[in-house]
């Protein structure tokens, strides 16, 4: 008998993706056959870039990795994890403050998706402090702030752009 492959979403607003993310996407795929990075609209944030430009800078730094794919979502996780046959939803944890709203929200998901487990996913020690919020203050608003050690070389080049843009 055949095994099912396990598929894992992985959902956020990736605005923008950090290396933070790329550490917990790529110890996902160690772990299942598929991993997909659901790249949330954001209708409820105020996003730095559109959900074109959150999606191709996923597919670009995660390119290396076939098992990754990058999907647009909008509404519920709930319903785009059952559109995909996914088994699992991976979620990243920083800190403590993560895990409270982190564990809140995967009880939610196990009353709606009772058959989908959540897997908590702990960065790697060097990317800890990370997060998309801190990325954007410093690229944006930090005048001699340097996030190229936060982001891939191709994210900063986009970030960098925006400011200039912006300016």
Same mark, same amino acid.
Request: hydrophobic share 45%; aromatic share 8%.
């Given at each position: 008998?055949?095994?099912?492959?396990?598929? /894992?979403? +992985?959902?956020?607003?990736?605005?923008?993706?950090?290396?933070?993310?790329?550490?917990?996407?790529?110890?996902?795929?160690?772990?299942?056959?598929?991993?997909?990075?659901?790249?949330?609209?954001?209708?409820?944030?105020?996003?730095?870039?559109?959900?074109?430009?959150?999606?191709?800078?996923? %597919?670009?730094?995660? /390119?290396?990795?076939?098992?990754?794919?990058?999907?647009?979502?909008?509404?519920?996780?709930?319903?785009?994890? %059952?559109?995909?046959?996914?088994?699992?939803?991976?979620?990243?944890? %920083?800190?403590?403050?993560?895990?409270? +709203?982190?564990?809140?929200?995967?009880?939610?998901? %196990?009353?709606?998706?009772?058959?989908?487990?959540?897997?908590?996913?702990?960065?790697? /020690?060097? +990317?800890?402090?990370?997060?998309?919020?801190?990325?954007?203050?410093?690229?944006?608003?930090?005048?001699?702030?340097?996030?190229?050690?936060?982001?891939?070389? /191709?994210? +900063?080049?986009?970030?960098?752009?925006?400011?200039?843009?912006?300016?």
């Amino acid at each position: 008998m055949d095994k099912k492959p396990v598929i /894992a979403v +992985y959902p956020g607003t990736f605005d923008p993706i950090t290396l933070g993310h790329e550490d917990l996407l790529v110890r996902a795929t160690r772990m299942f056959d598929r991993v997909i990075l659901a790249v949330a609209a954001g209708h409820h944030k105020k996003t730095l870039f559109n959900l074109e430009e959150r999606m191709a800078m996923a %597919r670009e730094v995660m /390119a290396a990795f076939p098992q990754v794919t990058v999907e647009p979502f909008s509404g519920l996780v709930r319903d785009f994890v %059952r559109t995909h046959g996914a088994q699992v939803m991976v979620r990243g944890v %920083r800190a403590v403050t993560d895990f409270d +709203y982190e564990f809140q929200l995967a009880g939610m998901n %196990r009353q709606l998706m009772p058959d989908v487990e959540t897997v908590f996913l702990t960065p790697s /020690a060097q +990317y800890q402090f990370i997060s998309s919020t801190f990325v954007r203050e410093i690229s944006q608003l930090g005048g001699e702030g340097d996030a190229s050690d936060l982001v891939s070389p /191709a994210v +900063y080049t986009r970030l960098m752009a925006k400011k200039a843009a912006a300016a």
